[in-house]
């Protein structure tokens, strides 16, 4: 899966340089807390909106459909066919005290049964673990130590017992996309019968269940269970009920299932079709004034279990027969090929139903189900049918083009690569207007956002076709890996999006050859999470098993960690075995586990194989040297000098005064594979297999000077003695290109994250900047001005912002310069695809930073679109002109900017505008943008705590954002769930500035204050800010006068 964020690159200033593929500030969803009313005998649920205040009076035992507690015994279930009626009978919970409140409120008679349907915020924060993902800056989620089950019965444990496999499913579903006009719901209905194996003789039936209500059956139970072998008769089921905590179907039953026999298990059911953005959920859109519903699904990581009964853990797999009833005029697909549709009558009314081709077999998480009235553009790849669905105004205006253009292209790269056929008949992609993620790998059945699939010329920026690109090859990659072969728990989740994340580079680098897109890895991926790495609380790659249990703990997993630096060391790893190693071993691990499941140490097993066939020498075997990445947190800085030839390693921390209390099975060292140069020529690799060692050979005499870690290959910063620092500054300022692009970009970043960690000075890393007025390349450019945002956040309330500004608009203003004159005063686009970006970054930050010429420029360009309604800015430069435009206007360029972002038809252009409001200077623009991130029909679920981190990101709005999420942190806890991602994300973006003993206060006492509300997920980045506030005060005290003083100086020089 692909976490993405539209705005994580959105930069410095507020301004866009470049959508990052994967990184995605997920949000999470507002629910309706709801009172079901059923009469006995009626099959109609009537809901209605519970008040806020009836929530404290019904605190404590269950309700059925969520694991929140309420004073209310359990009571009667009603019967009814799900495939039947609109409206199913289903099994509740009541009692007399409830009954008498029925009357008191005149909801029925004495007759009617009350049932607590959804509680507001406590649902929320229970059970919306969706992922999301890290922002800009060090932000990291630690797995939490081992669950203590609350006993020892088997419905109290997260996992699953052993005793039961799942062979096949038959799953019926019928979703309405209309509201029922009795309660006023989306809901779906659907029966699903379950074949599976008895591994250990039990009496007990466990299947996970989330917010589905059941039907009564003939016998009395919310299950009916058959032996498949006629002759053998199953146990009768005894009870039937809910385990809400642990989200399992409980069915005990008067005898025992038998050991190795087969059984069906047959459930009936109603969900609501919410619009939560997990399970089966519905997405919404307008079209020619209409408002449209898709229902559509995300299941991963554990929420298949909200859209039927199932054995929701990845290495539960199993094939399943999909059926979709649906109305007329609506496609449904599902991951199998369409096998048939036909029209059916249910209870007088007239609709289709579509039968689909069954799975091979598979993980729960994989599965995907859609209805919409979507349409679709299609080519055929070697006898593999590729299909782009999306609104239809989006494919009839020729936006899944570009992605029809490149799915086959790296998918047939993948095939090579793999050496091994692409497993399906069919690859399906979806552009959603609703998705959490940035996109999902289900098998033949991909779902992305629209701005993950969707190009269109006319709006979108080459960062919107590179985000394409390298999303649709992460998917296609994870159909062989993780869909393939599946990694057997969550707690290895890092080698299968890591792998993915390392390798959409390869996939994409087939569809795009000429963007040299492999390099970008170091900036979006290495450098990024460093960031997050190199923090006390950081975490290691792999968890044990035992410690992620719950659902909030899986998601927790969704992280950069897993992500980044998955695919920084894989990429490592790839490196120092050599790619054709490396994919040798890959192939053998992709054919024994094909349509199972392993675990991270059976790919090690694999390769060494490769390398002991090659005769390859390593210091060790692949799982002695990579376990020191996996198993241990965090990463080393190689310090090496030139003058003895020491080299060492060393822990590397931001905050070097951190206690780090995680132990680590290596005493924090690493087997380090090092590339190096000496004055420019490649030296023989060395290892580093321990805390110090000397090599003659790295020894320099005369003007000789030592460059590590060549094209950043190896995951660890470098540090060097004085004279080679200064010998490689002198080559920067004389004659920069003896040193490749990469390592140029690496020391700049090395520089300035050894200077935060104090080991070497902080002037020595702004001295890195000096020669940027010569330089013309992006990745430098990038890595300089993605340090610089730091000195901003730290500096931008103080004196030191002036000379700061004069100093950077000096070192801007030659590359500004230098892009006027290669687009022909800005009437061309440049041709390379790393110009493209550093065009973007060159009027950003002279804008930025003042520059008379670029802001007239920018503002001209806004006004002759708002005088003539004609946009002729350029895509590339939309979103830094739209930001620098309203940041240097007011309320009618505001309105007029919001007024488009309101009328976009195109999700690319929609994200550029919305980034763009945030930019304005007018506080009270920013306080009312804020409160429309609180209005879904203002700002999507899913964008608003992004728009929210995107305000804060100014310095005007991040005093208000900060006011505003603790003024209404209650009510946001509510409306987007504990475990959403985006609070991790919320809290880091709103905090990031902070650098004052006041402001530290403040974040001490919204953590007392909220104490009891709670963080969900945010919970270790309310710790990380407060970490991280308190090295920046300390960082300021120790720097802020020197700071000063450099940037003085070289402004005046």
């Not at 199913?88 to 607590?116: D, E, N, P, Q, R």
């Not at 081992?146 to 419905?155: H, M």
């Not at 072998?229 to 008067?254: E, M």
């Not at 599902?334 to 096998?339: L, V």
């Amino acid at each position: 899966m692909q976490i993405c964020s539209e705005g994580e690159r959105m930069l410095r200033a507020g301004m866009w340089v470049r959508a990052v593929s994967r990184r995605c500030a997920w949000t999470a969803i507002f629910h309706q807390p709801l009172v079901s009313v059923v009469k006995e005998n009626e099959t109609s649920p009537r809901t209605q909106p519970l008040r806020t205040k009836m929530q404290s009076e019904w605190e404590g035992t269950c309700c059925p459909w969520c694991p929140i507690k309420v004073h209310l015994p359990p009571l009667l279930a009603i019967s009814a066919s799900p495939l039947q009626t609109d409206n199913m009978g289903k099994g509740f919970y009541i009692s007399k005290a409830v009954g008498v409140l029925g009357v008191i409120l005149g909801a029925g008679a004495l007759a009617t049964i009350i049932a607590l349907s959804v509680v507001y915020s406590q649902e929320k924060a229970k059970n919306n673990s969706d992922q999301v993902l890290p922002t800009e800056g060090p932000t990291t989620s630690k797995p939490t130590v081992p669950t203590p089950a609350p006993s020892n019965e088997a419905w109290d444990k997260y996992r699953l017992p052993k005793s039961l496999v799942p062979d096949h499913y038959n799953v019926t579903l019928w979703p309405r996309l209309t509201k029922d006009p009795t309660t006023s719901l989306f809901i779906f209905t659907g029966e699903s019968s379950v074949q599976f194996k008895c591994d250990e003789d039990t009496d007990l039936i466990l299947i996970h269940s989330n917010k589905l209500n059941y039907t009564k059956l003939e016998n009395g139970q919310w299950a009916r269970l058959t032996a498949v072998n006629s002759g053998l008769k199953a146990p009768a089921i005894k009870s039937s009920r809910l385990q809400h905590t642990t989200q399992y179907l409980v069915l005990q039953l008067d005898g025992k299932l038998m050991k190795d026999h087969s059984y069906h298990l047959y459930t009936n059911f109603t969900g609501e079709l919410a619009d939560d953005l997990g399970g089966f959920y519905r997405s919404e859109y307008m079209e020619n004034g209409e408002r449209k519903v898709v229902a559509t699904t995300q299941m991963q990581p554990t929420d298949a279990r909200k859209a039927f009964p199932c054995f929701d853990e990845p290495a539960m797999k199993a094939v399943f027969y999909i059926t979709l009833i649906h109305d007329h005029g609506t496609v449904a697909l599902s991951n199998g090929a369409e096998k048939e549709s036909s029209s059916v009558n249910i209870h007088g009314k007239n609709l289709q139903q579509t039968v689909f081709e069954p799975t091979e077999k598979m993980s729960t998480y994989l599965l995907a189900f859609i209805v919409s009235e979507f349409t679709f553009i299609n080519n055929t790849v070697d006898d593999v049918s590729i299909r782009i669905f999306a609104r239809k105004p989006a494919i009839d205006a020729g936006q899944g083009a570009y992605a029809l253009s490149k799915t086959g292209p790296i998918l047939k790269f993948f095939e090579k690569y793999y050496n091994s056929s692409y497993p399906l008949p069919k690859s399906d992609q979806i552009a959603l207007p609703d998705f959490n993620a940035g996109a999902m790998e289900n098998w033949g059945l991909i779902t992305y956002r629209e701005t993950a699939l969707l190009y269109d010329e006319t709006f979108s920026s080459n960062s919107n076709k590179e985000r394409i690109a390298t999303i649709i090859s992460h998917e296609l990659a994870h159909m062989w890996f993780g869909n393939l072969v599946t990694l057997r728990w969550w707690n290895d989740l890092w080698l299968n999006e890591g792998f993915a994340s390392y390798v959409e580079y390869l996939g994409a680098n087939e569809a795009e050859p000429d963007w040299n897109i492999k390099d970008l890895i170091v900036l979006n991926d290495v450098h990024r999470v460093f960031a997050v790495d190199a923090l006390a609380s950081s975490h290691p790659l792999s968890s044990k098993e035992e410690d992620i249990q719950r659902p909030e703990q899986i998601s927790e997993l969704f992280d950069a960690i897993s992500y980044s630096k998955g695919a920084s060391v894989l990429r490592m790893l790839s490196d120092f075995l050599t790619e054709e190693i490396f994919v040798m071993g890959l192939r053998t691990y992709l054919k024994k586990f094909a349509f199972g499941n392993a675990v991270y140490t059976d790919l090690w097993d694999h390769l060494q194989m490769a390398v002991d066939a090659s005769g390859t020498d390593l210091p060790g075997s692949v799982h002695d040297i990579m376990n020191t990445w996996v198993l241990q947190m965090g990463f080393p800085v190689v310090t090496i000098n030139t003058t003895t030839g020491d080299i060492s390693q060393k822990h590397f921390l931001l905050d070097p005064d951190s206690n780090v209390t995680a132990l680590s099975p290596f005493n924090y060292e690493w087997i380090v594979p090092i590339k190096w140069t000496k004055t420019g020529a490649p030296q023989v690799p060395y290892w580093l297999t321990q805390k110090s060692a000397t090599n003659e050979s790295m020894k320099t005499t005369g003007n000789d000077w030592v460059l590590a870690n060549i094209n950043v290959v190896g995951y660890y910063r470098v540090n060097y003695d004085d004279s080679n620092w200064d010998k490689l500054l002198n080559v920067l300022s004389t004659n920069h290109s003896l040193i490749e692009v990469i390592n140029r970009a690496q020391l700049v970043d090395d520089a300035f994250n050894l200077a935060r960690a104090k080991i070497i000075p902080t002037v020595r890393a702004l001295s890195t900047t000096r020669y940027l007025n010569k330089e013309t390349d992006y990745m430098p450019w990038d890595s300089a001005l993605g340090n610089l945002n730091f000195f901003y956040l730290m500096f931008d309330r103080s004196e030191v912002y002036g000379p700061m500004q004069d100093y950077l608009r000096k070192q801007v203003v030659p590359l500004f310069n230098y892009y006027k004159n290669l687009t022909d005063n800005w009437s061309k686009v440049p041709t390379g695809h790393m110009d493209q970006y550093n065009q973007v970054n060159a009027i950003s930050q002279a804008c930025r930073t003042g520059h008379e010429e670029c802001q007239t420029l920018v503002k001209g360009w806004f006004k002759q679109w708002m005088d003539t309604k004609k946009n002729m800015i350029h895509p590339n430069l939309r979103s830094t002109v739209y930001c620098n435009a309203i940041a240097a206007g007011g309320a009618k360029e505001w309105d007029f900017a919001w007024s488009e972002f309101k009328n976009a038809t195109i999700a690319s252009e929609a994200e550029k505008l919305r980034s763009a409001l945030s930019c304005t200077k007018q506080p009270w623009l920013l306080n009312r943008y804020l409160e429309y991130t609180l209005d879904p029909d203002m700002i999507r679920k899913q964008d608003a705590t992004s728009t929210i981190v995107y305000i804060a990101n100014n310095v005007v709005g991040q005093s208000l954002a900060w006011d505003f999420v603790r003024d209404q942190w209650s009510s946001i806890f509510s409306q987007y769930g504990g475990g959403s991602f985006s609070f991790s994300n919320l809290i880091n973006g709103v905090t990031k500035r902070f650098s004052s003993d006041f402001e530290l206060k403040q974040l001490q006492q919204f953590k007392a204050d909220n104490s009891e509300v709670g963080f969900g997920s945010g919970t270790l980045a309310v710790d990380q800010s407060i970490e991280r506030t308190n090295a920046n005060i300390k960082w300021i005290a120790e720097n802020k006068e020197n700071v000063l003083k450099w940037f003085s100086v070289e402004a005046m020089l």
